[in-house]
C-alpha cells in the first residue's frame, strides 16, 4: 500500500453507467432551490437591491411595496468620449529610466515613470431608476431572485389584496420586463416614471402608455423607453408618467437605446433604437416574452448542476441569515447557491453584442463610482472571466473576446507613445469604453502587461475548444501581445546572464522599499511567458510566421527563471525584497501557478512550495477578491482544505452583501466569479495537456456530484461523483479527436477520444463503457482487469507494477471468463498482505451462488508485498459468465495481483493450445533506451503503449501487433530528460499502467 487515503465506490452496475447521466452522491439530500429570499424590500441600499440583466443592460430591484424602484444601467452609458490618452513625448524618457533602475535610483525612476500618467480615465454611470408609485402599505411580504428562471418577484399583502411584481431582462428582445398582478380583478393601479442623476435630460409622455427619457453624459446619448400594457382598466398619461387604474394585470416593458457604436464611433440614433426595440417587443403577448427568455436563460444556466451534500438546517432561512450564519452550518447548498449566483451574474452582466462585465458587472448607481466602475487589467477583468470556459458559459466570453481584439488600435499608438516601438500593442493597468490604453493614476499605472494577460484569454478559449477558426482570427491579437515584448524588453546588466526583463513597470499595486517603480517584476515576466510561448503554438498549429517564431523561441530563453526568496518565498521582484510580514491584498508573482500553468506541484515541486510559503506569509484574511483569487491558488496546490476556509472566509458579512454581492469593500463583482472559477478548479482542473479529477475536494464536502464543467481539450464532465472523500463515476464527453489523459489519486487513464464520444470510469479510471471481451479458459487474469468492482484500488506495488489494494470488508471485483466446457476447475489468486488476521474471498455466479472461498493466511504473508499463492477448486458451465470475488475480514485485508483459473487439460485441452488473453507489461531493466518495456499483448490484437511526463504531455507513443512479447523503447536515439513518466498500455478494453523513472 503505497497510498494513505482510502478508496470507496459506489457499487454502481455496468447497467447503470451505460447512458451518460448525473450521479447524485450516496447521502446527498434533494437538490435546494435556487432563490434568494428576503421579508423586507431593500430600502434604499444597493447591496440589498436584487440584480436582473440581459448583457445589454442592467436593473437593480428594490422592491418597495408603496415606492418600487429598479436602478437602470445600460452597458455603454459611460461619461467622457472617443480619445487616447498617452503622453506625447514618454518613449524620450525611456532610457534615463532604465539608467536609473540599473543603478538602483528607484526614486529618479519614480518620479519620471509618474510623469507618464494621466487621470484621463472614464467612468461607468448610472442610466437613472424606473419608478412605480402604488402607496400601498404591505404586510406578509417577501422578496426573491429565483436564479433558475432569472426572474425577481416581490410579494405582499395591501388592503386583504396579494400584490405580485415580477421582473426579468430579456436578452432575445433585450428589455426589461415588469408584470404586476393581484389576486382581485381589476385592483392593480400605480403610476410609473423616469428619474435620472444626469442633469441634461427630458422626460416626455408619448401618447397615453408611453413614457420616454433621454438624457445626455458627455459624448453619450441615450433614450430610455417604456410601453404599459394592461389587462382592463385604464391607462393615461400623467406629467412625465403613465397611470394605470382598474386593471387585472399590467406589463411594463422597458429599453435604453445608446448613440454608441464603437470606441471611436458615437453616431447612432438612440430614440430610433429604443423605439424599434420596443415596438418589437410590444407586438409580444407578456408569455410569449417570458417563453423566450427562459428557453434562452435556460439554455445556458442548467448546463451545469452542484451537489455537495445535505443541506443544513437554516437551508430555508432568509439569505441574510444564511451570510451570517455559514461560518456555524458550513450549509453545503449555501455554497450551492453562492456558486449558482456567480454563474447568473455572468449570464446577466456579458452576453453577445454587449460589452464585457466591468468591475460591477452591468450594476451601478453612482455618477462616481469606486475606480470608476471601469476595467482594471492587472486582475479585475481577468479575474471576471477566469469561469467562463471552465462553468460552461464559453458564449458569455465572446464580449471580452471582442474588446480584446478592439484594444489594439488604441493599444498600438499607446506602444509608440510610450514605448517607442512600431510593433505589438499594449494596454496598461486601467481601460474603458473607449479603448484607452495609457497610463493612468501614477508611477504605479505604467505596468506593461496588460495587453499579454488578456491575450491568454483568447489562447485559454482555444484549449477549451480547438476551434481553429477562432484561433485564426484571434492570432493577430496574440502576436501582437507577444511582439511588443519582443521589441520592448531589455536585458538587464545586475544579474550577470542579461536576461530579457520589462523596465520599467512595477509589481501591481505593491511597492518595494516605498517605490513602485522597478525592472522586470515576476508576474510581467510569467505573463511575457506566456504570451511568448502562446504565440509560438498558435503559429505552429496555423502553420504561418515560422521566422518570428524563431525569435519568440529565442526570447523566450533570456527570460529570467522564477526565483526562490530568502524566507523560502517565491520572489516578488528580480530582487529578493519581499517582506515575510506583508498581508498585501495582491499575489501578483502567483500568476504563474494560477490562472498559468507555469508551477505545478507535480512539474516544478520547489517553486509550488514557494508559493505555498508566500501564500502563508500573506495569510487567509483579504479583500474579496482576493480572497477569490487565493481560492484558486490553494486549489492549484492541490489543498482542498486550505481552499475551503477561503470560501469560508468569503461567505461571511465582511466579505459578501446581503443580495450576495462580493464585497472588496465596496462591492466588486470579480469576487462572485473569481469564487465560481476557484469552486470548479477544486473539482476538475486540466492544464498542462491533463484533466486531474477531484484534486483539491475539501473534507468538508466528502460525498456529492457535479455536471457539466468544461476542461481543456474539447471536454465536457458530463457527470462526476464521489461518495466519502472518494471518487466512484466519472462520465466526459468530447467535441474533438484527441489524446485524453485523466489523473486521480495516482492513478493515470488514457484513451483517444474521438468527435461525440462519451467516455466513462469508475473510481480507479477505468473505462467502464467499452465491451468487454471474456476472458477464455484456462487463462491468468490481472487482478486490476475486473469488469466492474466496489471499493478496490488500483496502485502499483514495490516494482511499479499494478495490483488491486486498499481491500476492506464487503469489497468486490467482477470477472468475464468464458468456460470452454462445464467442469471443475482450479482458481489460483497471487496476494499478499500485512494484516495478522484471516481474510477470505468468496467467488459467486452471477446469481449469487457460492461457488468457492480461499483464505488468506497471514502466516504466509508478512507484508503488502511479500506475495504467495492460495487455491480452491470451483465448479463452472459452459460458456460465459461473471464471476464475483467478495472480500470479507476486519481492516485492510490483502493486496492482490492475479488470479489464475486451470481445468482438466484432457477436456479442454493443453494451456498452450488455449489463446492468451492477457496483457502483461513489464520494464527492461538493462537497456541503451531511457525506459524500455515488454509488452505481449492476445495475438492478432493491437496495442498502443503512450508514454506521458508528470504534466500529462506525451512524450512518445508505439503501436504493435500482440502474439508474442515484444519490445518498445524510448530515448533511443536522443536520451529523455531525467525525471518521473507514466506508461499507458491500451490492449481492447485492458490497460495497464506504470509509473517510471528515467536517469
Known amino acids: 500500500m503505497f497510498s494513505k487515503n482510502l478508496l470507496f465506490g459506489l457499487g454502481l452496475s455496468l447497467a447503470a453507467l451505460s447512458s451518460p447521466m448525473f450521479v447524485a452522491s450516496a447521502n446527498a439530500a434533494p437538490e435546494t432551490s435556487h432563490v434568494l429570499w428576503y421579508n423586507r424590500d431593500a430600502g434604499d441600499v444597493f447591496t440589498d437591491a436584487l440584480p436582473i440583466g440581459n448583457g445589454y443592460m442592467g436593473g437593480m430591484v428594490y422592491g418597495g411595496a408603496g415606492k418600487d424602484i429598479i436602478g437602470l444601467n445600460e452597458g455603454t452609458v459611460w461619461n467622457s468620449g472617443p480619445g487616447s490618452n498617452n503622453k506625447s513625448g514618454s518613449a524620450s524618457k525611456l532610457g534615463q529610466i532604465r539608467n536609473a533602475l540599473f543603478s538602483g535610483d528607484y526614486k529618479t ?17 448610472p442610466v437613472g431608476d424606473l419608478v412605480i408609485n402604488t402607496g400601498h402599505t404591505a404586510s406578509d411580504y417577501r422578496r426573491e431572485l429565483d436564479l433558475e428562471t432569472a426572474t425577481a418577484k416581490t410579494t405582499y399583502t395591501a388592503g386583504g389584496v396579494k400584490y405580485t411584481r415580477e421582473y426579468f431582462a430579456s436578452y432575445p428582445d433585450n428589455v426589461i420586463v415588469v408584470r404586476l398582478t393581484a389576486s382581485e380583478k381589476g385592483r392593480v393601479g400605480f403610476s410609473a416614471g423616469l428619474t435620472t442623476p444626469h442633469k ?21 446619448k441615450f433614450q430610455t423607453r417604456f410601453v404599459v400594457q394592461t389587462d382592463g382598466g385604464t391607462v393615461s398619461a400623467g406629467n412625465g408618467t403613465v397611470n394605470v387604474s382598474g386593471a387585472n394585470s399590467a406589463t411594463i416593458i422597458l429599453n435604453t437605446g445608446t448613440n454608441f457604436v464603437s470606441f471611436d464611433n458615437v453616431t447612432a440614433d438612440p430614440a430610433a433604437r429604443a423605439e424599434a426595440t420596443i415596438k418589437a417587443a410590444s407586438a409580444k403577448t407578456y408569455d410569449q416574452l417570458r417563453s423566450a427568455h427562459l428557453k434562452d436563460y435556460q439554455e445556458l444556466y442548467n448546463r451545469v448542476r452542484l451537489n455537495l451534500g445535505a443541506a443544513a438546517s437554516n437551508a430555508g432561512d432568509i439569505t441574510t441569515s444564511r451570510v451570517k450564519a455559514f461560518n456555524t452550518t458550513d450549509d453545503p447548498s449555501f455554497v450551492e447557491l453562492y456558486y449558482q449566483f456567480g454563474r447568473y451574474l455572468m449570464i446577466s452582466s456579458s452576453r453577445k453584442g454587449g460589452q464585457p462585465a466591468n468591475l460591477q458587472g452591468i450594476w451601478n448607481k453612482d455618477t462616481s463610482p469606486m475606480w470608476g466602475s471601469k476595467y482594471t487589467t492587472n486582475i479585475n477583468l481577468e479575474m471576471n472571466y477566469w469561469m467562463v470556459e471552465s462553468a460552461n458559459l464559453q458564449e458569455c466570453g465572446i464580449p471580452l473576446f471582442d474588446k480584446i481584439k478592439a484594444l489594439v488600435t488604441q493599444g498600438s499608438k499607446s506602444a509608440k507613445e510610450i514605448w517607442g516601438t512600431d510593433r505589438g500593442w499594449v494596454v496598461h493597468h486601467n481601460t474603458d469604453l473607449w479603448n484607452r490604453t495609457g497610463p493612468v493614476d501614477g508611477s504605479w499605472g505604467v505596468w506593461p502587461s496588460g495587453a499579454g494577460w488578456l491575450s491568454t484569454h483568447l489562447w485559454e478559449h ?7 477558426q477562432f484561433l485564426k482570427d484571434a492570432y493577430e491579437t496574440m502576436k501582437g501581445a507577444a511582439e511588443f515584448y519582443l521589441t520592448t524588453m531589455v536585458e538587464e546588466p545586475k544579474s ?9 513597470s512595477d509589481s501591481p499595486e505593491n511597492t518595494h522599499g516605498g517605490y513602485n517603480v522597478c525592472f522586470g517584476p515576476t508576474m510581467d515576466i510569467q505573463i511575457a511567458r506566456d504570451a511568448f510561448n502562446n504565440a509560438i503554438e498558435a503559429s505552429k498549429i496555423l502553420g504561418v510566421d515560422a521566422d518570428l517564431r524563431a525569435d519568440f523561441e529565442a526570447a523566450v530563453k533570456k527570460l529570467p527563471p522564477n526565483q526562490i526568496g530568502k524566507y523560502g518565498q517565491l520572489m516578488e521582484w528580480f530582487e529578493d525584497w519581499d517582506d515575510p510580514k506583508s498581508d498585501h491584498r495582491h499575489v501578483s508573482h502567483l500568476y504563474g501557478l494560477f490562472p498559468s500553468a507555469q508551477i505545478s506541484v507535480d512539474g516544478t515541486k520547489e517553486e509550488a512550495e514557494a508559493a505555498k510559503t508566500t501564500l502563508t506569509q500573506r495569510g487567509d484574511n483579504a479583500t474579496g477578491w482576493s480572497l477569490a483569487w487565493k481560492i484558486n491558488l490553494w486549489a492549484r496546490l492541490q489543498d482542498g482544505d486550505h481552499a475551503y476556509k477561503l470560501v469560508r472566509n468569503l461567505l461571511t458579512p465582511d466579505r459578501t452583501y446581503n443580495n450576495l454581492f462580493d464585497a472588496h469593500p465596496p462591492f466588486q463583482i470579480d469576487g462572485n466569479f473569481g469564487a465560481v472559477s476557484g469552486i470548479n478548479e477544486m473539482f476538475i482542473q486540466s492544464q498542462g495537456g491533463k484533466i486531474r479529477v477531484l484534486p483539491a475536494l475539501p473534507s468538508k464536502w466528502s460525498s456529492g456530484s457535479i455536471a457539466g464543467l468544461k476542461a481543456r481539450g474539447g471536454i465536457t464532465v458530463d457527470s462526476l461523483a464521489w461518495n466519502n472523500g472518494k471518487l466512484t463515476y466519472l462520465g466526459l464527453s468530447s467535441t474533438n479527436k484527441d489524446n485524453l489523459t485523466i489523473e486521480y489519486n495516482g492513478n493515470i487513464a488514457s484513451t483517444t477520444t474521438m468527435a461525440g464520444g462519451k467516455y466513462e470510469f469508475d473510481g480507479n479510471l477505468k473505462l467502464t463503457n467499452e465491451p468487454f471481451e471474456a476472458v477464455a479458459i484456462p487463462a491468468t487474469i490481472e487482478a486490476e482487469d475486473y469488469v466492474a468492482m466496489d471499493g478496490v484500488v488500483i496502485e502499483p ?31 489460483k489468486v497471487r496476494v499478499a498482505s500485512g ?26 504473508t508478512s507484508g503488502w508485498n511479500d506475495w504467495y499463492e492460495e487455491s480452491t477448486s470451483i465448479e463452472l458451465p459452459a460458456g460465459e459468465q461473471t464471476l464475483r470475488f467478495t472480500y470479507n475480514g476486519e481492516g485492510f485485508l490483502m493486496n492482490v495481483d492475479k488470479f489464475s483459473l486451470e481445468g482438466d487439460p484432457t477436456a479442454i485441452g493443453t494451456v498452450a493450445s488455449q489463446r492468451f488473453n492477457s496483457l502483461e507489461v513489464s520494464r527492461v531493466p538493462m537497456s541503451n533506451a531511457s525506459i524500455a518495456l515488454m509488452v505481449k499483448a492476445p495475438a492478432g490484437e493491437s496495442y498502443t503503449v503512450r508514454l506521458l511526463d508528470v504534466d500529462g504531455r506525451q512524450v512518445g507513443i508505439s503501436r504493435g501487433i500482440g502474439g508474442s512479447s515484444n519490445l518498445v523503447e524510448f530515448g533511443v536515439s536522443e536520451a529523455l530528460a531525467q525525471g518521473n513518466y507514466v506508461a499507458i498500455v491500451r490492449c481492447g478494453s485492458r490497460q495497464k499502467v506504470l509509473r517510471l523513472s528515467a536517469f
Open 797 to 827: 506495488d514495490e516494482s511499479g507494477e499494478p495490483n488491486i489494494g486498499w481491500i476492506e470488508d464487503g469489497d468486490w471485483s467482477e470477472y468475464f471468463v468464458k468456460a470452454p466446457v462445464a467442469g471443475t476447475y482450479t482458481l
Open 109 to 125: 525612476a519614480e518620479d519620471v515613470t509618474g510623469s507618464f500618467a494621466t487621470y484621463d480615465i472614464a467612468a461607468f454611470q
Open 200 to 220: 441634461n435630460n427630458s422626460v416626455k409622455n408619448v401618447g397615453s402608455n408611453t413614457l420616454t427619457m433621454d438624457a445626455t453624459v458627455n459624448s453619450i
Open 462 to 468: 482555444y484549449l477549451y475548444t480547438g476551434d481553429k
Open 835 to 860: 494484516s495478522e488476521d484471516e481474510s477470505t474471498i468468496t467467488v459467486t455466479d452471477e446469481a449469487g451462488k457460492k461457488l468457492g472461498v480461499i483464505t488468506v493466511d497471514p502466516a504466509k
Open 496 to 504: 550577470g546572464h542579461k536576461y530579457l526583463v520589462t523596465a520599467p
